[in-house]
């Protein structure tokens, strides 16, 4: 009799665990998944968002369909209101948006209608160390040079990491960048460059790499700055944004904004949404960045690769709360808080 009440007890402390298993793989089965892009077509943060399309659907149970969907707008802000109050709280909605916007709700700039840390994070694709560069032809050819005299660059919008980055150099340690908002993207502004319309651009150094690398084998742009904790192994030669700070309280505000490429690229989903299909797809996510075919599929397109579990994201994106109130409030003029 103690042998059967044994075997009872372990199948029913086994069948909870397996109906679950059984329950998100039959959700997701005949289902489709949409990704949506909080970036316009043909960026580096577009050319991400789809190769996680093409590859995440095998590693979630049913094997979903998975679809991209750009909604560029408000720096991205457009694409995270809606993920967080219209899209389905089921977990069939994944998003890739700007890293800044955690911090963004903590300013309280008032386009943001999301409360970051109820997002569920399923993980980071990659850190996103910016860089701002200018045309060779521009008489800008230094960070130094940009603190004494007015060098244009082309943005998206004003909540974007394009336009944020540089911002904060002006507001913080003196640059005198001019920004010329309203390109539909990097690849717009790259071409804008091109054109002479514009002397150079703020954007991730991937997608520099992506989509101006005969700039780069060429030597026809300047890389002025580099926006990071530390310099990336490519890029020893030129200074980050925290190497700029003249004082401890300008250091610290710098920190802010170099933070958000720890945040980087990354995947999220819609709170409130079953904690076993977000258990799921963030199980998901870690073996897609295991996949050697979606590691083929970024090497293929220059994308680099810094997985992060969403566990470690979402305390990550938690500590933007953490923040201390004088740092926020001066990063606060940087963007339009009303």
Known sequence: MRSFGALVTVIAL???????AQSVEAFYRGKTVTVII????????DLYARAVA???????????????????GGGSLLAANHIFNVAPKDGTTLGLIVPTAPLEERLGASNVRF???????IGRLAPTPNVTFTNASSPVKTIKDAMQREAVLGATGRSSTVAIYPLSLNHIVGTKFKLVMGYTGSAAAMLAMERGEV???STTWD???????????DKTINILVQYGIKRHPELPDVPTSLELGRTPAEVEALRVFANASDVGRFIFSTPETPADRIQALRRAFDAMVKDPEFKADLKTQK????????????QLVAEVANVAPATIERVRAIYSVN
């Open 14 to 20: 086994v069948t909870p665990t397996v109906g679950n």
């Open 303 to 314: 994308l680099e690769l810094g997985p992060l579990a969403g566990e470690e994201l979402q």
């Open 54 to 72: 093409r590859h995440i659907g095998k590693h979630i149970p049913g094997n979903p369909t998975v679809v991209p969907r750009n909604m560029p």
């Open 38 to 45: 909080g970036y316009p077509p043909a960026g580096a943060n």
């Open 115 to 121: 409360k970051a840390a109820q997002f569920n994070w």
């Open 199 to 201: 002397e150079g651009h």
């Open 207 to 217: 997608g520099v790499k992506s989509r101006a690398g005969h700039h780069l084998r």
